[in-house]
T-cell receptor, first 111, second 118 residues
Framework: SQQGEEDPQALSIQEGENATMNCSYK?????LQWYRQNSGRGLVHLILIRSNEREKHSGRLRVTLDTSKKSSSLLITASRAADTASYFC???????????FGKGITLSVRP | EAGVTQFPSHSVIEKGQTVTLRCDPI?????LYWYRRVMGKEIKFLLHFVKESKQDESGMPNNRFLAERTGGTYSTLKVQPAELEDSGVYFCASSHLLGLTSGTDTQYFGPGTRLTVL
């Protein structure tokens, strides 16, 4: 069964608005990572949050993790057209182990 | 610091042929992972090397796939013979072994190899 599931599957917003993407997972984890993929390009690592952390920030990104609900959210504030991409959450059950990905969220930011 | 590189970026082959994909991890990264994404599906794990040893190959779909990492540096993934369902994007990722740095085990991905089997 799929470990990570993001929602919504597609999100369209206006430049300057905030974008919130959610991810749910099924099993216990060591860490959860968010990645971005621009069309036809590789995966770019955005942020890693460990199971003993609740919130992390990186620039305009804010990630939260609720292990009791087995869910995470990625907030992009003041979105830009350049944020248009697919976003994936991926979980690792133990450190230094394989990642299990969701299907991804397609974010479109309209100029 | 150079990122993870993969070669080729695209490969188009006929069913039954052999293809070899190459991945060069970030220098000093002992962990190397292979993943793939077939059309419309999620990115799936194939296998994990720690240095030259296979740590986890639970995601390898069948014995037509052979991965190697001689010397613990670059890795190759060979598909022989290729089938139509092997088409997709093959990603490689690398990371530090925990404990050697500040404890990060972030996986850094390469740009992927798009494989098309006709």
């Amino acid at each position: 069964s799929q470990q990570g599931e993001e929602d919504p599957q597609a999100l369209s917003i206006q430049e300057g608005e905030n974008a919130t993407m959610n991810c749910s997972y099924k099993t216990s984890i060591n860490n959860l990572q968010w990645y971005r993929q621009n069309s036809g390009r590789g995966l770019v690592h955005l942020i890693l949050i460990r199971s003993n952390e609740r919130e992390k920030h990186s620039g305009r990104l804010r990630v939260t993790l609720d292990t009791s609900k087995k869910s995470s959210s990625l907030l992009i504030t003041a979105s830009r057209a350049a944020d248009t991409a697919s976003y994936f959450c991926a979980t690792a059950r133990i450190t230094n182990s394989k990642l299990t990905f969701g299907k991804g969220i397609t974010l479109s930011v309209r100029p | 610091e150079a990122g993870v590189t993969q070669f080729p970026s695209h490969s188009v082959i006929e069913k039954g042929q052999t293809v070899t994909l190459r991945c060069d991890p970030i220098s000093g990264h002992d962990n190397l992972y292979w993943y793939r994404r077939v059309m419309g599906k999620e990115i799936k794990f194939l296998l994990h090397f720690v240095k030259e040893s296979k740590q986890d190959e639970s995601g390898m779909p069948n014995n037509r796939f052979l991965a190697e990492r001689t010397g613990g540096t670059y890795s190759t993934l060979k598909v022989q013979p290729a089938e139509l369902e092997d088409s997709g994007v093959y990603f490689c990722a690398s990371s530090h072994l925990l404990g050697l740095t500040s404890g990060t085990d972030t996986q850094y991905f390469g740009p992927g190899t798009r494989l098309t089997v006709l």
